[in-house]
């Protein structure tokens, strides 16, 4: 039986920002089949109200809206699905996405939703919606099979042309990972599995004479399998202008001489690896069943570092079970030492359905109850520390990360005088002295931050009243194009 109308499916999500893409959501319309013509794909961010969301989906008047549910979105899209409720109960809503997917049952989400599918739906919202449009008895809860990477049409013909000028290009070549890291959902996984190769290069040759010269690859381990990062970093050394741009998530104890050898050839500001080390100390990798050889991490960020001209972004967990003040200021600093461009530095977070939570009891782990879950004390960090090293992780963003304080910032890491604290210490000190004085880890524009940052290298003697010419200081205020006379030239 034929539905009496054509039907409106909108698949829909609300990015964090314009510039990302809704990756998922593609693959989602790229494999519609026969619904394909009757299917939109719409995308919001999270700083649009609920209300004129709703209204624009509504407008296409859809008999089903699927909806991506994730971390940074899951607050606003309840409010979404619940104005949907209120004011168009006929519409079918059915629910996926990481943040939905575990840990469900007691969710107000799921209780309004009409169908919620469980893990990867690239094949299985397509069944879904044809079942609903052809009057098929459905159950609202549908657990998807793990589909065959063979039998999923890529989307990257989706991606439209004001997408490649405007937004992230994201990509994949393989799915899963074969590691177990217990705050992460790929713990989850059995293993990674690649997508086939020729249809990965075919797809990006096409994006590429389209004009997309940036590509974000979303593979939690791209450096796995030698032979596939192999052929994909030729693939773009033979295509290589000054508009390329790469960024590859890389496993830290695994780069052999093949790889080695392709990354030195790549000119700068086209390679960019996120490199996730979370911590250094070996008690807690094993606790949370993370297996990595330190001394192989730590020779291959070296040679990234000395030996390519990639840029290397770096992460570290704050918080993970069992792990101290003291054990986080090591693997700061070992990381420090090692001159990442970036060390992005965050707190645990429990996402739904990992297996962190069975050391709760053990390790006394309080998380917020609402997104983003961020731990909030522990047996060996309590609250106050952990707001502290909260606040030290923004404001290491504001003024390492930022790349506005280039020279000024080794005066902080390393100090410009002997000093008996070490550069963690150093930093969390004036993380402390920042918060003092502002109360505010937000909404500090440029031109005060540089004011701050005068005062605090005054009052430990770093810096003069009035910075010399060649101060790093003034050489970064210079380089930050801001208008008018620094803070320090200014009336008081």
Same mark, same amino acid.
């Given at each position: 039986?034929?539905?009496?109308?054509?039907?409106?499916?909108?698949?829909?999500?609300?990015?964090?920002?314009?510039?990302?893409?809704?990756?998922?959501?593609?693959?989602?319309?790229?494999?519609?089949?026969?619904?394909?013509?009757?299917?939109?794909?719409?995308?919001?961010?999270?700083?649009?109200?609920?209300?004129?969301?709703?209204?624009?989906?509504?407008?296409?008047?859809?008999?089903?809206?699927?909806?991506?549910?994730?971390?940074?979105?899951?607050?606003?899209?309840?409010?979404?699905?619940?104005?949907?409720?209120?004011?168009?109960?006929?519409?079918? *809503?059915?629910?996926? =996405?990481?943040?939905?997917?575990?840990?469900?049952?007691?969710?107000?989400? #799921?209780?309004?939703?009409?169908?919620?599918?469980?893990?990867?739906?690239?094949?299985?919202?397509?069944?879904?919606?044809?079942?609903?449009?052809? =009057?098929?008895?459905?159950?609202?809860?549908?657990?998807?099979? *793990?589909?065959?990477?063979?039998?999923?049409?890529?989307?990257?013909?989706?991606?439209?042309?004001?997408?490649?000028?405007?937004?992230?290009?994201?990509?994949?070549?393989?799915?899963?990972?074969? #590691?177990?890291?217990?705050?992460?959902?790929?713990?989850?996984?059995?293993?990674?599995?690649?997508?086939?190769?020729?249809?990965?290069?075919?797809?990006?040759?096409?994006?590429?004479?389209?004009?997309?010269?940036?590509?974000?690859? *979303?593979?939690?381990?791209?450096?796995?399998?030698?032979?596939?990062?192999?052929?994909?970093?030729?693939?773009?050394?033979?295509?290589?202008?000054?508009?390329?741009?790469?960024?590859?998530?890389?496993?830290?104890?695994?780069?052999?001489?093949?790889?080695?050898?392709?990354?030195?050839?790549?000119?700068?500001?086209?390679?960019?690896?996120?490199?996730?080390?979370?911590?250094?100390?070996?008690?807690?990798?094993?606790?949370?069943?993370?297996?990595?050889?330190?001394?192989?991490?730590?020779?291959?960020?070296?040679?990234?570092?000395?030996?390519?001209?990639?840029?290397?972004?770096?992460?570290?967990?704050?918080?993970?079970?069992?792990?101290?003040?003291?054990?986080?200021?090591?693997?700061?600093?070992?990381?420090?030492?090692?001159? %990442?461009? *970036?060390?992005?530095? =965050?707190?645990?977070?429990?996402?739904?359905?990992?297996?962190?939570?069975?050391?709760?009891?053990?390790?006394?782990?309080?998380?917020?109850?609402?997104?983003?879950?961020?731990?909030?004390?522990?047996?060996?960090?309590?609250? #106050?520390?952990?707001?502290?090293?909260?606040?030290?992780?923004?404001?290491?963003?504001?003024?390492?990360?930022?790349?506005? #304080?280039?020279?000024?910032?080794?005066?902080?890491?390393?100090?410009?005088?002997?000093? %008996?604290?070490?550069?963690?210490?150093?930093?969390?000190?004036?993380?402390?002295?920042?918060?003092?004085?502002?109360?505010?880890?937000?909404?500090?524009?440029?031109?005060?931050?540089?004011?701050?940052?005068?005062?605090?290298?005054?009052?430990?003697?770093?810096?003069?009243?009035?910075?010399? %010419?060649?101060?790093?200081?003034?050489?970064?205020?210079?380089?930050?194009?801001?208008? =008018?006379?620094?803070?320090?030239?200014?009336?008081?």
């Amino acid at each position: 039986m034929s539905p009496a109308a054509p039907p409106t499916i909108i698949l829909t999500t609300l990015n964090a920002r314009y510039s990302h893409t809704a990756f998922g959501l593609r693959y989602l319309l790229a494999n519609m089949g026969e619904l394909t013509p009757h299917t939109r794909l719409l995308e919001f961010t999270i700083h649009q109200p609920p209300e004129e969301i709703v209204e624009s989906l509504l407008q296409q008047q859809p008999t089903v809206i699927g909806l991506g549910v994730y971390i940074w979105n899951r607050l606003q899209i309840e409010a979404i699905v619940t104005l949907l409720k209120q004011v168009a109960p006929q519409t079918t *809503v059915v629910l996926g =996405g990481p943040e939905i997917s575990y840990e469900f049952k007691q969710s107000s989400l #799921f209780a309004q939703c009409d169908h919620l599918i469980c893990g990867m739906a690239d094949l299985a919202f397509a069944r879904l919606c044809d079942d609903l449009l052809h =009057g098929r008895s459905v159950s609202k809860l549908i657990n998807a099979d *793990v589909p065959p990477l063979d039998a999923i049409q890529l989307p990257y013909h989706l991606y439209s042309d004001r997408d490649i000028t405007q937004r992230v290009i994201y990509v994949e070549a393989s799915r899963g990972c074969p #590691f177990h890291c217990e705050f992460c959902l790929s713990a989850l996984d059995r293993t990674a599995w690649p997508f086939p190769l020729a249809a990965i290069t075919s797809a990006l040759d096409k994006l590429w004479q389209r004009g997309a010269r940036r590509f974000k690859f *979303v593979d939690r381990t791209f450096n796995l399998n030698v032979a596939t990062t192999a052929a994909l970093l030729n693939f773009f050394l033979a295509r290589l202008d000054s508009d390329t741009r790469l960024h590859f998530e890389l496993i830290p104890d695994h780069l052999p001489v093949a790889l080695r050898e392709l990354i030195s050839r790549f000119p700068e500001e086209v390679l960019k690896f996120e490199i996730g080390i979370q911590s250094f100390n070996p008690e807690v990798q094993a606790r949370i069943s993370r297996r990595q050889d330190h001394h192989k991490s730590v020779a291959n960020l070296r040679w990234l570092r000395q030996q390519s001209h990639a840029h290397l972004h770096a992460d570290l967990i704050i918080g993970l079970p069992g792990e101290t003040l003291d054990s986080i200021a090591s693997s700061f600093n070992q990381l420090l030492a090692l001159q %990442p461009q *970036v060390i992005q530095v =965050g707190l645990l977070k429990r996402l739904r359905g990992t297996p962190l939570s069975r050391h709760d009891s053990e390790w006394q782990m309080q998380y917020q109850t609402t997104p983003p879950y961020r731990l909030l004390a522990s047996r060996t960090l309590d609250f #106050f520390t952990l707001q502290r090293l909260s606040r030290f992780a923004r404001y290491r963003d504001l003024i390492a990360n930022s790349g506005h #304080f280039f020279y000024t910032l080794p005066l902080r890491d390393y100090g410009s005088q002997p000093a %008996p604290a070490s550069p963690f210490q150093r930093f969390l000190a004036l993380a402390d002295w920042l918060y003092q004085e502002t109360a505010q880890t937000h909404q500090i524009n440029l031109k005060r931050l540089f004011g701050l940052l005068h005062q605090y290298l005054v009052s430990i003697n770093e810096c003069h009243e009035t910075p010399a %010419p060649d101060h790093p200081l003034q050489q970064d205020y210079r380089l930050s194009k801001l208008n =008018g006379a620094p803070p320090w030239q200014s009336d008081r």
